[in-house]
C-alpha cells in the first residue's frame, strides 16, 4: 500500500511559477513508477510527466520545456515545477504511482493517487 498527498497548488497570475509536492507514505517508494496527471474541468485527465523508478523523467509534448519533475526517494517526495503558467493549465494536478517499471504513460496502469491540488492561474 502507497498513500500519496499532494500540496503546493493555488492561485498564480499567468506567467508565473507554482511547485507541486507529492509526498509518498511506505517503505519501498523508489520502486515506483511515478507521473503526474491533470484534469481540467470539462476535460479528460491528461498525462503531465512520467518517470520510472530510475528517476529518468518524460513530459507531455506540450509541456516540455516549462514543467520539470524530479524525485528524492530518500524524503519519499516527487515534485513537478511548473513555470511560465499559461491560463490552459489551470486544473486539479495529481500525483500517482505505479508498480509496473517505469516510466509509465497510461493512467490506467496507477493504482494509487493522490487527492489532488487546484492549480488555477489567473490571465
Known amino acids: 500500500q502507497l498513500q500519496l498527498v499532494e500540496s503546493g497548488g493555488g492561485l498564480v497570475q499567468a506567467g508565473g511559477s507554482l511547485r507541486l509536492s507529492c509526498v509518498a507514505s511506505?517503505?519501498?517508494?523508489?520502486?515506483?513508477?511515478m507521473g503526474w496527471f491533470r484534469q481540467a474541468p470539462g476535460k479528460e485527465r491528461e498525462l503531465v510527466a512520467a518517470?520510472?523508478?530510475?528517476?529518468?523523467?518524460y513530459y507531455a509534448d506540450s509541456l516540455k520545456g516549462r514543467f520539470t519533475t524530479s524525485r528524492d526517494n530518500a524524503k519519499n517526495t516527487v515534485s513537478l515545477q511548473m513555470n511560465s503558467l499559461k491560463a490552459e493549465d489551470t486544473a486539479v494536478y495529481y500525483c500517482a504511482a505505479s508498480s509496473v517499471p517505469g516510466p509509465v504513460f497510461v493512467g490506467k496502469m496507477y493504482a494509487y493517487w493522490g487527492q489532488g491540488t487546484q492549480v488555477t492561474v489567473s490571465s
Open positions: 518517470m520510472g523508478s530510475g528517476g529518468m523523467p
Open positions: 511506505g517503505r519501498t517508494f523508489n520502486s515506483y513508477a
